[in-house]
């Protein structure tokens, strides 16, 4: 807890203003979840809360909304809904999301359920309702189909590379930008072999870029493994 308090006021000292800062303040439950969302919007510099769909507990449709609808109106801070079904073993049903979407200081979601959802949701919101993906190899396919963007694991990496298919984007010049895609997806996957962040933090070390390891139960990646990624990677 006092860690994750920490984290976000060093970031906050190191990003100085330049961009948005995002503080994940999602839990398995609201009270905690309100509780220290509450804490972090105490913070000068947080921008916006991400929370996480609640896991374990697996709520359904309406204990989803009732969550997120209590988590946005105890805070004055803009909320982004993280829905990723493949770590909370809950999913929230578009529907849901367009529907808090209503909620004033809900402005986005960053969706894991594919671009089948991420499609509905953009067709069914309003234009300053955000949608990002949380796949790294939807970015390409979620921004031409009118996603904002993506929320990303593998831009840690590979980030110079995606702004740059990204640029070709808004230029239009789609076929390099579908390019980068095909080249940038293998890549990506590499970083997802094993649990992340495993991987993304194997490679930030091999760059030089000091992270650290991971904490139990994640664990190291092998010798082999590292090497795949690395391959794959073309290092």
């Known amino acids: 807890h006092n860690e994750k308090l920490e984290l976000y006021q060093k970031t906050i000292e190191l990003v100085a203003g330049r961009v948005p800062v995002i503080a994940g ?3 398995f439950n609201t009270a ?10 105490a913070i000068s510099g947080i921008d916006a809360a991400l929370v996480v769909a609640p896991y374990y507990s697996k709520p359904n449709q309406a204990g989803l909304y009732a ?28 529907k849901t999301t367009i529907k808090l979407s209503a909620i004033k200081n809900i402005i986005g979601v960053k969706e894991c359920l594919g671009l089948d959802a991420v499609s ?9 309702f955000l949608v990002y993906t949380g796949e790294d190899g939807n970015a390409f396919p979620a921004k031409c189909i009118g996603a904002t963007g993506v929320i990303s694991v593998a ?40 649990p992340s962040p ?22 190291a990646c092998t010798k082999e493994e590292e090497e795949f990624i690395l391959t794959t990677l073309n290092w």
């Open 25 to 27: 303040t999602g839990s």
């Open 32 to 41: 905690e979840t309100i509780a220290f969302t509450k804490e972090v919007e």
């Open 67 to 94: 969550h997120f609808e209590a988590v946005a109106n105890s805070t004055t801070l803009p909320i982004i809904i993280y829905n990723v079904p493949g770590r909370t073993s809950v999913s929230i049903d578009p």
């Open 120 to 128: 509905e949701e953009i067709e069914q919101t309003s234009d300053d």
């Open 155 to 194: 831009s840690h990496v590979l980030g110079n590379d995606m702004v740059k298919m990204y640029n070709c984007l808004e230029a239009l010049q789609m076929s390099e930008a579908a390019e980068l895609h095909r080249q940038l997806v293998p890549k990506m996957n590499s970083l997802f072999t094993v």
């Open 198 to 219: 495993a991987p993304v933090k194997f490679a930030l070390n091999h760059l030089g870029i000091e992270v650290g390891g991971v904490r139990l139960p994640l664990v």
